[in-house]
């Protein structure tokens, strides 16, 4: 994780200055966590979470992170156990919590992934860490879905999507690896859930911003700040009309835990901003803000994103992580923008 240092001093800003994060650090105590997906965004931010807890003298939490490849920072509250979410060995020791992030990456997809290894990895790989949790975590335990459960909206026209939606990915479309796979990992969380074998709750991740995100994928924002930061042109591929929302990633993280540490058994929760912006205004907030010398082209070519079915809208009603535990986005969009700009920069 070659930027994990990087990252460090941008996370831990935001902790500081978010009080809201000392009590959910506070109640985070000695609790030993087993996290899986570590080494993507949300985990990278997480762990910088859990560091943040230690470095403030606020509480003393352990990790123990399922990692396939790639190697986690060195750090005296970090164990590492090598292996697939399909098939690890589960570790003789209990655990007090448990996150499961690990899924299909952007990454995966942008590299020609397919959608039934997508599918399979969700599917063998949830039904595993039910397993394990099962057997091997006595508390609560958080696992990451998606917006894409949806299954992608043909219309930009459209209220926000708020969890009770019954729509889903059209079994003939291509691209619904994912949120067919995320669907299914939902059903096998809440069979377990039913049945008192685990207590577990779900959080449906939309869009997010914030240092770490890449700006050679197919993630429109990463990319148009990256070329605004570079001189070059902001190129959108598309017609610009699609529907989006952003959240930043360190309100991201206030969110997940907790969720996991004050959501009840079996509820899910849509995780993500309700400020709608379209393509094209992204683009034209992005030039704006970092550098209004370069131009914004629109090629016209395809709405669609790599991997992915087409989705002309993708933001969440969040009425009920409001109203249930009182959850609020603490950034604006135009303020995350920034800051991520000051992180590549630098």
């Known amino acids: 994780m070659p930027e994990f240092e990087k990252l460090t001093p941008f996370a831990f800003r935001f902790f ?17 966590y087993f996290l899986t997906g ?35 920072p060195h750090r005296k509250f970090i164990t590492t156990l090598n292996g697939k979410t399909e098939s690890f060995q589960f570790p003789d020791e209990c655990f007090d919590r448990l996150i499961h ?25 949830t039904q595993n860490v039910l397993n394990f949790s099962a057997k091997k975590v006595s508390g609560r335990c958080l696992f990451t879905s998606s917006g894409a459960v949806y299954g992608g909206l043909a219309s930009a026209n459209h209220g926000l999507i708020s969890e009770g939606c019954q ?26 859930v039913r049945d008192g074998s685990v207590d577990a709750g779900v959080a449906r991740c939309f869009s997010f911003i914030g240092p770490g995100l890449p700006i050679d994928l197919h993630y429109a924002l990463g990319n148009f700040v990256g070329a605004a930061l570079n001189g070059h042109d902001i190129t959108i591929n598309g017609d610009g009309t699609p529907i989006r929302s952003f959240m930043d990633l360190g309100d991201a993280v206030y969110w997940l835990m907790t969720i996991l540490e004050y959501g009840e058994s079996g509820d899910d929760f849509n995780v993500g901003s309700t400020h709608a912006v379209s393509i094209y205004e992204l683009a034209q907030m992005v030039r704006d803000l970092v550098n209004p010398k370069v131009n914004i082209t629109v090629t016209r070519k395809s709405n669609l994103s790599p991997g992915n079915p087409a989705n002309y809208f993708y933001v969440p009603d969040t009425t009920k992580a409001r109203q249930k535990l009182g959850l609020m986005q603490s950034v604006k969009l135009e303020e995350s923008i920034k800051i991520y700009a000051q992180f590549l920069s630098t």
């Open 101 to 125: 992030l690990a899924a299909p990456s952007a990454r995966d997809t942008f590299e020609g992934m397919g959608d039934r290894d997508k599918l399979q990895q969700m599917y063998l790989g």
């Open 16 to 32: 500081d200055q978010n009080l809201v994060f000392q009590k959910i650090a506070i109640d985070c105590g000695d609790k030993h």
């Open 167 to 192: 729509l889903a990915p059209l079994s003939k479309m291509p691209g619904i690896g994912l949120g067919l796979g995320k669907r299914i990992a939902e059903f096998l969380i809440a069979e377990y």
């Open 38 to 72: 570590g080494t993507g965004l949300f985990g990278t931010w997480i762990l910088m979470f859990f560091e943040w807890c230690h470095e403030r003298g606020l509480s003393h939490p352990r990790v123990t992170a399922l990692t396939r490849r790639d190697v986690l």
